[in-house]
């Protein structure tokens, strides 16, 4: 499989892949017909290297067949199968990014009640040496979660977002086959 990227004046930038055959786009130990079929983790991260220096706008994917291994109605099935797996990623990564952002806010949230119910302890009730020990674990306590929440919105969010923004293009992108020889 060879990658190669081209500017199109209709597209914004394509992504082309020289394939020997279909199969090369899927798992080798997959035995299912293309609709079903599990993408080739190769075909998926020579996707991601070639996408990466891609822009968001109006990416082609162009996969390049042998003239004679190609089948219109299996073209059909995989340009389905890909947009399918695509979106599937997509949507899948957004909500994990999702979750791992309301995730920090919890922490958040738990700090600032923490640290709110560690002043009022401290204004308004008698110290006790119990009192005096809540109010020691509190403090920290607080100042960890407001870190470690904050870390989870700032940093590892961004972590997932790479992978998020090529399935994203992917999704987005229009796929054609071509043949050569």
């Not at 930038?13 to 055959?21: K, P, T």
């Not at 407001?146 to 972590?159: P, T, V």
Request: aromatic fraction near 10%; glycine fraction near 6%.
């Amino acid at each position: 499989m060879e990658k190669e990227g081209k500017k199109d004046s209709k597209i914004g930038s394509n992504i082309e892949l020289v394939l020997s055959g279909y199969n090369d786009i899927f798992s080798y130990f997959d035995s299912r017909d293309y609709p079903d079929k599990a993408l080739s983790v190769d075909f998926i991260e020579e996707c991601r290297r070639a996408a990466k220096d891609k822009g968001n706008n109006g990416l082609g994917l162009i996969l390049t067949v042998p003239k004679t291994k190609r089948s219109s109605q299996n073209e059909i099935k995989i340009k389905k199968r890909l947009k399918d797996h695509f979106q599937k990623h997509f949507a899948e990564k957004k909500q994990e990014m999702h979750k791992i952002k309301m995730e920090g806010l919890r922490w958040i949230i738990l700090c600032v009640t923490l640290m709110i119910t560690a002043a009022l302890i401290q204004t308004y009730l008698l110290h006790t040496l119990a009192l005096n020990l809540i109010l020691a674990i509190a403090g920290p306590a607080g100042w960890f979660w407001l870190w470690e929440g904050l870390g989870k919105i700032y940093i590892d969010a961004r972590k997932e977002m790479p992978l998020r923004e090529f399935y994203k293009k992917m999704s987005d992108s229009s796929i054609t086959f071509t043949s050569f020889r």
